[in-house]
Protein backbone atom coordinates (compact mmCIF):
# COMPACT_ATOMS: atom_id res chain seq x y z
CA UNK A 1 0.00 0.00 0.00
CA UNK A 2 2.97 2.50 0.80
CA UNK A 3 4.69 1.61 -2.71
CA UNK A 4 1.47 2.34 -4.35
CA UNK A 5 0.51 5.35 -2.48
CA UNK A 6 4.00 6.56 -3.62
CA UNK A 7 3.68 5.05 -7.22
CA UNK A 8 0.39 7.67 -7.14
CA UNK A 9 2.35 10.52 -6.53
CA UNK A 10 2.44 12.90 -9.21
CA UNK A 11 5.26 12.98 -10.61
CA UNK A 12 6.03 9.73 -8.84
CA UNK A 13 9.58 9.55 -7.29
CA UNK A 14 9.88 6.17 -7.91
CA UNK A 15 10.62 6.91 -11.23
CA UNK A 16 14.07 7.52 -10.64
CA UNK A 17 16.70 5.97 -8.80
CA UNK A 18 17.68 2.78 -8.45
CA UNK A 19 14.82 0.25 -6.89
CA UNK A 20 16.68 -1.60 -4.22
CA UNK A 21 17.25 2.26 -2.49
CA UNK A 22 13.67 2.79 -2.66
CA UNK A 23 12.76 -0.77 -1.61
CA UNK A 24 14.55 -0.54 1.46
CA UNK A 25 13.36 3.15 1.90
CA UNK A 26 9.54 1.63 1.90
CA UNK A 27 10.43 -1.08 4.42
CA UNK A 28 12.74 1.58 6.62
CA UNK A 29 9.67 3.72 6.71
CA UNK A 30 7.24 1.18 7.79
CA UNK A 31 9.63 -0.20 10.01
CA UNK A 32 9.26 3.15 11.74
CA UNK A 33 5.53 3.61 12.02
CA UNK A 34 6.25 0.02 13.47
CA UNK A 35 9.00 0.22 16.12
CA UNK A 36 10.86 -2.32 13.84
CA UNK A 37 14.36 -0.63 15.00
CA UNK A 38 13.53 -0.83 18.72
CA UNK A 39 15.10 -3.69 20.29
CA UNK A 40 12.40 -4.31 22.90
CA UNK A 41 10.04 -5.26 20.03
CA UNK A 42 9.97 -8.47 18.24
CA UNK A 43 10.08 -8.37 15.25
CA UNK A 44 13.27 -5.72 15.61
CA UNK A 45 15.86 -5.43 13.19
CA UNK A 46 18.24 -1.94 13.22
CA UNK A 47 18.43 0.16 10.55
CA UNK A 48 22.86 -1.21 9.88
CA UNK A 49 20.89 -4.70 9.22
CA UNK A 50 18.21 -3.55 7.04
CA UNK A 51 20.74 -2.34 5.09
CA UNK A 52 22.28 -4.89 4.85
CA UNK A 53 19.83 -6.93 3.18
CA UNK A 54 19.95 -5.40 -0.62
CA UNK A 55 23.19 -4.09 0.26
CA UNK A 56 22.61 -0.40 0.56
CA UNK A 57 24.73 1.91 2.73
CA UNK A 58 22.92 2.64 6.06
CA UNK A 59 23.20 6.73 5.65
CA UNK A 60 21.37 6.10 2.47
CA UNK A 61 18.47 3.95 3.43
CA UNK A 62 17.95 6.02 6.51
CA UNK A 63 17.97 9.17 4.51
CA UNK A 64 15.46 7.94 1.49
CA UNK A 65 13.45 6.11 4.31
CA UNK A 66 12.87 9.89 5.72
CA UNK A 67 12.23 11.42 2.87
CA UNK A 68 9.20 8.69 1.97
CA UNK A 69 7.88 9.64 5.24
CA UNK A 70 8.24 13.17 4.59
CA UNK A 71 6.26 12.64 1.31
CA UNK A 72 3.76 10.78 2.93
CA UNK A 73 3.67 12.72 6.09
CA UNK A 74 4.01 9.61 8.38
CA UNK A 75 5.64 9.54 11.72
CA UNK A 76 5.28 7.54 14.81
CA UNK A 77 1.63 8.34 15.42
CA UNK A 78 0.43 7.29 12.18
CA UNK A 79 -1.79 3.98 12.04
CA UNK A 80 -2.70 3.58 8.23
CA UNK A 81 0.55 1.47 7.76
CA UNK A 82 0.31 0.10 11.16
CA UNK A 83 0.47 -3.84 11.21
CA UNK A 84 -2.68 -5.35 12.66
CA UNK A 85 -0.86 -7.34 15.17
CA UNK A 86 0.47 -3.94 16.85
CA UNK A 87 -2.51 -1.96 16.51
CA UNK A 88 -3.90 -2.78 19.99
CA UNK A 89 -0.99 -1.73 21.87
CA UNK A 90 0.00 1.31 19.19
CA UNK A 91 0.75 4.15 21.54
CA UNK A 92 -1.87 6.45 19.65
CA UNK A 93 -4.30 3.58 18.23
CA UNK A 94 -6.71 4.19 20.44
CA UNK A 95 -6.79 7.49 21.48
CA UNK A 96 -7.78 8.57 18.16
CA UNK A 97 -10.27 6.44 17.38
CA UNK A 98 -11.98 7.21 21.42
CA UNK A 99 -12.04 10.92 20.78
CA UNK A 100 -15.63 12.37 20.31
CA UNK A 101 -16.87 15.94 19.93
CA UNK A 102 -20.05 16.55 21.81
CA UNK A 103 -21.10 19.70 21.79
CA UNK A 104 -17.89 20.80 20.78
CA UNK A 105 -16.14 19.45 23.50
CA UNK A 106 -13.70 16.83 22.65
CA UNK A 107 -14.26 13.62 25.05
CA UNK A 108 -12.59 10.35 25.16
CA UNK A 109 -15.21 8.72 24.89
CA UNK A 110 -13.95 5.90 27.07
CA UNK A 111 -14.80 7.62 30.27
CA UNK A 112 -17.98 8.63 29.57
CA UNK A 113 -21.01 6.98 30.68
CA UNK A 114 -22.08 3.62 29.22
CA UNK A 115 -25.37 4.92 27.62
CA UNK A 116 -23.39 8.05 25.70
CA UNK A 117 -20.61 5.26 24.94
CA UNK A 118 -23.36 3.26 23.19
CA UNK A 119 -25.39 6.36 21.89
CA UNK A 120 -21.47 7.21 20.17
CA UNK A 121 -21.11 3.54 19.42
CA UNK A 122 -24.53 3.57 17.48
CA UNK A 123 -23.49 6.49 15.63
CA UNK A 124 -20.70 4.51 14.28
CA UNK A 125 -18.37 7.37 16.13
CA UNK A 126 -16.46 5.20 18.32
CA UNK A 127 -15.32 1.09 18.00
CA UNK A 128 -17.50 -0.19 20.57
CA UNK A 129 -18.54 0.35 24.34
CA UNK A 130 -16.01 -0.29 27.28
CA UNK A 131 -17.29 -1.41 30.86
CA UNK A 132 -14.51 0.86 33.28
CA UNK A 133 -13.00 -2.62 34.55
CA UNK A 134 -12.25 -2.87 30.79
CA UNK A 135 -9.78 0.32 30.75
CA UNK A 136 -8.50 0.48 33.96
CA UNK A 137 -10.49 3.47 34.81
CA UNK A 138 -12.18 4.52 38.09
CA UNK A 139 -15.07 5.82 37.27
CA UNK A 140 -18.55 3.82 37.74
CA UNK A 141 -20.81 2.67 34.48
CA UNK A 142 -23.59 4.46 36.80
CA UNK A 143 -22.14 8.27 36.43
Same mark, same amino acid.
Given at each position: ?? /??????????????????????????????????????? /????? /?????????????????????????????????????????????????????????????????????????????????????????????????
Amino acid at each position: ML /TAKLARKRPSPLLRGDRRIWASAVIYALGRVNFLSDPSQ /TPHLP /TEQLARLPDVKQATVAAKGRAVMDLLGLDYTDTEFCLPSRLASHPTAWLVAWLVSINGLIYDARALPLPIQAECARRGLIPGVLAAAEIGNPASADD
